[in-house]
Structures are given as structure tokens and as C-alpha cells.
């Protein structure tokens, strides 16, 4: 889904799933590199036409939201962000995790564990 839109597209959907809501004016601000502003609007309005984003008025400014579909959002996020910088190894992308993390949780290992004894069941 993300990785099928367009570069300034997907830079403004991932901006508004970052923020949770903003305004064409806060996410031209967020943006590298920023368009004019009647291209950040209808970059906007593009994404909202795919379903992906939501408008609600508030005094004169629109303020745009995604819309709530996180397991998509991160799955498809996830994929493209290990294609990209892992080549394509979610091993090394959760080793990579895991290495930022200095102190985990004991229920976060074990949910870590079961998720690879799974992994493993399966490829067997």
C-alpha cells in the first residue's frame, strides 16, 4: 500500500501517521524540500481520495488524519523499511531492534520467543 504511492505522497501519508492530525500548513512545514502550498493541498486530496486520509474542519483549516488502519500501515512500513535498509532480512532488521533496546521487558521476550518458535514451526 505505502510503497505503491508516489515519493511526496508517501512522505506526506507517513507525516500525518507520525503526527496523528495536521494541517496542509503543519505537514508542508514537516515536509523536505516542500512544494508550494496548493501542491501539499492537493497531494492531500489525492490520499484522501485513495481512502487513506481524512479531513474535519476546524474553524477556516482543514485538519487531515489517516485513517485508522494500523496493522496495514505497519506491516506494509515494515516491508519497505526492510527491503530498503536490511535487503530484504527481517532477521537482521529484528536483530537491528533489538539491538536499540537496553532494557526489555520479560513479557517482551517472551512474546520475542513464541513469535520465533512459530517462525520455526513453520519452516519445518
Request: charged fraction near 30%; proline fraction near 6%; aromatic fraction near 4%.
Amino acid at each position: 500500500m505505502i510503497e505503491a504511492l508516489p515519493r511526496r505522497e508517501r512522505e506526506i501519508f507517513e507525516i500525518l501517521c507520525s503526527a496523528g492530525e495536521a494541517t496542509a500548513a503543519d505537514v508542508r512545514a514537516a515536509m523536505a524540500d516542500p512544494p508550494s502550498h496548493s501542491a501539499v493541498r492537493t497531494l492531500l486530496a489525492r490520499l484522501e481520495a485513495r481512502g487513506l486520509l481524512r479531513h474535519r474542519q476546524d474553524e477556516q483549516a482543514y485538519v487531515y488524519a489517516p485513517v485508522p488502519q494500523p496493522a496495514k500501515v505497519r506491516e506494509s512500513a515494515l516491508k519497505q523499511m526492510v527491503r530498503t535498509f536490511f535487503n530484504g532480512s527481517a532477521a537482521s532488521a529484528a536483530t537491528a531492534l533489538l539491538g536499540l533496546t537496553k532494557d526489555m521487558d520479560p513479557k517482551e521476550l517472551d512474546a520475542l520467543q513464541r513469535a520465533i518458535d512459530q517462525a520455526r514451526e513453520r519452516t519445518s
